[in-house]
């Protein structure tokens, strides 16, 4: 009997937990913000194209984050993204082979506002990816260019977040206060 008490219990917490969380306002950062206020801000932004192949995976990335749906909207903002790309050699063997390759991508982005040419926003990011480097060059070719998704997926996820970040903020701001 006491142990169908306590299950009783804990599904009685498991089920009002987020109700209550729900009730107070609360939302979680990554929930999907799809409909709100701050996802129409975020369509309002326009990429600018970024140079070399990375570039443009994270111009496309971040084109199809900020609207999903494709739908038409009028640019408010434009995103200008620089990126700067580093490799290097690591895990050098006592023969002065390299095993071990790294990718570091440095993006500096600026948000700025289309009606007054204003700055609103401007940040950086770093991201480190590694890859194996192996005598067949071909598969450090592949290994590198795994690198480079994942960096490009990591600095997406990272910008979008920042931007939601901004927009919510900005849009708080701008709300009436409660009196």
Partial sequence: MSGSLTRRRWLALVVAGPLALSSC?????????????????????????????????????????????????RHRYVLRVTPYVGLSNLGVQAQGLATLGQLDVVVTYT???????????????HVTNSFDLNPNQYSTVVGENDAAVRSVTELNQEIVTRLSLFMQRRIAEKSPKPS
């Fill in 25 to 73: 306002g609360w939302s979680s950062l990554y929930a999907d913000t799809e409909g709100g206020p701050a996802s129409e801000e975020l369509r309002a932004i326009r990429v600018d194209p970024i140079p070399e192949r990375m570039g443009q995976r994270l111009e496309m990335a971040l084109r199809n984050s900020l609207n999903p749906s494709g739908e038409p909207t």
């Fill in 111 to 125: 948000l700025g506002d289309l009606e007054n040419g204003k700055t609103l926003l401007n940040n950086s990011i």
